[in-house]
């Protein structure tokens, strides 16, 4: 019997409304915005080509190759990148960040010149009311500014997404402006922003239903919608499905959610959640090299993994405890791994080329340390088997392997 027929799944019993319709697409902002955080390191050129290479192998849609209107070193980045793409013919798509001004998105058409890539031009502009009251900015230059922009862009024959930042605190009337004047100037793609972290999901779906039904539709073009979320209330992936359900085409997030203040939407963990609801182009899709992708970046950035992650953390599939435990070892005695894989795990590990783990801790039964022994295959006597025992649950911590193997030696020597 398959695991999937022992299990009632409630999270397919929903209206189809509820369910986005895909095919979704990621766009990923880990060299750009997720480098925007305060606490990590800029990674090197052949550190960001590795990572690279890990979104082409994802099969992740585009990627945010940075802000050349940053300066020399962000150029010197994004033309490495474009051309690492050019000339290993990668599938992943390429798009810049630049500020609504001639001197951010002028850097970005001479890259596509030198490098033979086509690269979307993301101009991104503040557009809320307290930014607006902040910055002493008018309706009228947000307007002008967002036209100008987006006509340069065009002029310079770049395909142009444009993006307006803080949306989801933004006014309704001023949300269907902006975006009305920028696809009128000839964007194509427009970007829904929670640049504050500031969303729900009901705050998502109905900003993004409004944008569809009062922007989109009525412009009569055809108009990629994104959504960019941040993780301040730790709703980012929730607000990514709610924004997908309301009718956006693409998600940006990051590896590991690395990005300002507490990150943006998780990439990472995107893949996890479209590739269990079987959402297309996920349903076949090969995500084992799911951990590399998260570790690449974790060494590049300088930003660790908790041990309690989702999927790629150490404790993501391990257990101590001796109930769970005991449940895993007899899915594994009927030979049959995706049991084992799901009988205490919501997520299973096989799928992202990943195992469970058993450990020996003070929550241990006997059984977790027969099948440690085994696992190993060191013979397990009764008396070992009471030696670990007692030392396990007289730590107040999970016993590390070198722990037990000492254990194990000084059983020989007595």
């Known amino acids: 019997m398959k695991s999937s027929e022992l299990i009632h799944d409630w999270n397919r019993t929903r209206p189809a409304s509820m369910h986005p319709a895909g095919p979704v697409l990621l766009n990923d902002e880990t060299l750009r915005d997720g ?96 930014r607006r009251y902040t910055e002493n900015w008018t309706d009228d230059f947000l307007l002008q ?41 000839g964007a194509r793609a427009i970007v829904i922003c929670d640049t504050a972290g500031h969303a729900t999901p009901v705050g998502a779906f109905a900003l993004v239903k409004f944008v569809m039904d009062e922007v989109v539709k009525p412009s009569g073009e055809k108009i990629r919608v994104d959504w960019h979320g941040h993780s301040d209330r730790g ?76 999927v790629v953390g150490e404790d993501a599939f391990r257990t101590a405890t001796g109930v769970h435990a005991a449940a895993v070892i007899k899915a594994y005695k009927k030979n049959d791994i995706e049991l084992a894989n799901t009988v205490y795990s919501g997520v299973p590990s096989h799928v992202f080329g990943l195992e469970q783990v058993i450990d020996v801790g003070p929550m241990s039964g006997k059984s977790n340390i027969l099948y440690w022994l085994e696992h190993r295959n060191i013979p397990a006597s009764d008396d070992l088997v009471e030696r670990i025992y007692k030392l396990a649950k007289a730590c107040d911590h999970t016993l590390s392997e070198l722990e037990i193997l000492e254990c194990v030696e000084r059983a020989k020597t007595h």
């Not at 585009?62 to 940053?70: V, W």
């Not at 013919?89 to 609504?100: E, H």
């Not at 079987?278 to 799911?290: A, K, V």
């Open 145 to 185: 500014t967002t036209e100008k922009a987006v006509k340069y862009g065009v002029s310079l024959r770049l395909d142009v997404m444009y993006v307006t930042e803080d949306t989801t605190r933004c006014d309704p009337e001023t949300v269907k402006r902006l975006y009305s004047t920028a696809i009128n100037c």
């Open 235 to 310: 709703l980012a992936i929730a607000n990514s499905m709610a924004a997908l359900i309301a009718g956006a085409d693409c998600v940006h997030a990051t590896a590991l959610g690395i990005g300002e203040r507490v990150g943006n939407t998780q990439m990472d963990q995107m893949l996890v959640n479209l590739k269990l609801m079987g959402i297309r182009p996920w349903d076949n899709q090969d995500l084992t090299r799911l951990k590399d992708y998260c570790q690449t970046v974790s060494r590049a950035t300088g930003v660790p993994i908790p041990a309690n992650y989702p």
């Open 35 to 130: 480098l925007q955080s305060p606490s990590v390191r800029d990674p090197s050129i052949a550190e960001k080509l590795a990572v690279l290479h890990l979104m082409e192998a994802l099969g992740i849609n585009s990627l945010d190759l940075g802000l050349p209107g940053a300066g020399p070193r962000a150029v010197e980045s994004v033309e490495a990148l474009a051309r690492e793409i050019v000339q290993h013919k990668l599938k992943i798509k390429a798009n810049c960040a630049a500020r609504t001004h001639e001197n951010d998105i002028r850097p970005i058409a001479e890259i596509v010149q030198r490098t033979g890539l086509n690269i979307e031009a993301a101009t991104f502009i503040g557009s809320s009311p307290i």
